[in-house]
Structures are given as structure tokens and as C-alpha cells.
T-cell receptor, first 116, second 112 residues
Framework: DAGITQSPRHKVTETGTPVTLRCHQT?????MYWYRQDPGHGLRLIHY???????DKGEVSDGYSVSRSKTEDFLLTLESATSSQTSVYFC???????????????FGPGTRLTVL | RKEVEQDPGPFNVPEGATVAFNCTYS??????FFWYRQDCRKEPKLLMS?????NEDGRFTAQLNRASQYISLLIRDSKLSDSATYLC?????????????WGAGTKLIIKP
């Protein structure tokens, strides 16, 4: 259990409305990530954060913004949702991968977003 | 575009059988490799890291072939509970940071 929660877990919204997804972690991790997962694609990075107020774009950042005002919370906002943003959104934190001396990522339970 | 490719399956395998699947990656400078497991409508969970010399964790064996740029996962004595999608992940350095490149997954169905 990576100690990550996401809210809401499910959301249905209409095209053109703003949507904010929340990721909350309880273990003071510095790095946090937002991914989307679509059929036939690997997880694709939207944005990530390397500290409070420090964020950067990922591979598929167009149409998304993020904010991190506290270590424990990382918010993903769709300013004006489109049907192409219907997806499952996962938040992740960076943590150690046992045995290799390197790190990898651990995920929250995901948010299923449908944009009609 | 750097890619990680997997056979999407599904692999339909009888309980107790051995099954193996591969994953190929395109960036020869990739640093680390992982297998994740994802159950239906759940988040991906780390199954195992892949060591350069290969490694075993119970019924699971992971191998890395850097020359041919692929990693493999072998599952022995498969159980019904092994049914899931297995995601191949490659870690690459980008400037002073790193990124994970994800395969789309191989679906495994274990049949009684």
C-alpha cells in the first residue's frame, strides 16, 4: 500500500466543463506523477511534480494543468474537458524498488473519468 | 519515439502450466527494468524488478537480454490468481531526472 488516495474515484462530466482530480499521499514523498491509461496504450505521463510548486510537463500535457501547494496534494485540472480526455487517471509517487537500489513508481487506485 | 512493445495477448493458459512472455525496448541506454501486474479495473502494482543477471521470485523468473533489447517474464505452475495484465516498464534517464516508459501490457488468462 503506497498510501495514496485519489478523488473522485469516478466522474461523468460534459464537454467544456472544468474538472479537477485530486491525489493525496501521506508519506511525504517529494515526487508525484499524473498518468492516463487508455486501451492499447501504455501509461502516458501527463505532468509530474518534484516538490511544492515545482512541476513539469510530461508526454501528453496539452489540455491539462497541475498544481502542488502542499507536499501531500497534487491536483490535475482539465480546464475544458473534451471527449478525448475520457480515460483512467492514475497518480503515482516515487519510491524504492527493493533489491535493485533504484526507484520506481507506486500508484493510487485511479479515477475513471467520462466526458460526454 | 522511444517505445516498449508487448504482445497484447490474451494468453489463455491452463492452470499449472508454464507461460512466458517477452517485451522489447528500443532505447539501448535504458537503465532499469520492471514488471508490473495490473488486475482488471485496478492500479498497476510492482511485481518484480529485473536484474541484469536475471532473478527469481517464487514462481516468477525475470530475464534481461541487453544485446537483443528484451526482457522476459516466466511464470511456473500458474494459478488462477495469476490472471491479470502484465506491464513491462523501462526506466530511462532524461537530463537530471528519469522517466518510466510503459508497455501496453500482455493479458494473461489462467483457465481451470
Amino acid at each position: 500500500d503506497a498510501g495514496i488516495t485519489q478523488s473522485p474515484r469516478h466522474k461523468v462530466t460534459e464537454t467544456g466543463t472544468p474538472v479537477t482530480l485530486r491525489c493525496h499521499q501521506t508519506e511525504n514523498h517529494r515526487y508525484m506523477y499524473w498518468y492516463r491509461q487508455d486501451p492499447g496504450h501504455g501509461l502516458r505521463l501527463i505532468h509530474y511534480s518534484y516538490g511544492v510548486k515545482d512541476t513539469d510537463k510530461g508526454e501528453v500535457s496539452d489540455g491539462y494543468s497541475v498544481s502542488r501547494s502542499k507536499t501531500e496534494d497534487f491536483l490535475l485540472t482539465l480546464e475544458s474537458a473534451t471527449s478525448s480526455q475520457t480515460s483512467v487517471y492514475f497518480c503515482a509517487i516515487r519510491g524504492l524498488a527493493g533489491g535493485l537500489g533504484t526507484d520506481t513508481q507506486y500508484f493510487g487506485p485511479g479515477t475513471r473519468l467520462t466526458v460526454l | 519515439r522511444k517505445e516498449v512493445e508487448q504482445d497484447p495477448g490474451p494468453f489463455n493458459v491452463p492452470e499449472g502450466a508454464t507461460v512466458a512472455f517477452n517485451c522489447t525496448y528500443s532505447n539501448s541506454a535504458s537503465q532499469s527494468f520492471f514488471w508490473y501486474r495490473q488486475d482488471c479495473r485496478k492500479e498497476p502494482k510492482l511485481l518484480m524488478s529485473v536484474y541484469s543477471s536475471g532473478n527469481e521470485d517464487g514462481r516468477f523468473t525475470a530475464q534481461l537480454n541487453r544485446a537483443s533489447q528484451y526482457i522476459s517474464l516466466l511464470i511456473r505452475d500458474s494459478k488462477l490468481s495469476d490472471s491479470a495484465t502484465y506491464l513491462c516498464v523501462v526506466k530511462e534517464r532524461v537530463d537530471s531526472n528519469y522517466q518510466l516508459i510503459w508497455g501496453a501490457g500482455t493479458k494473461l488468462i489462467i483457465k481451470p
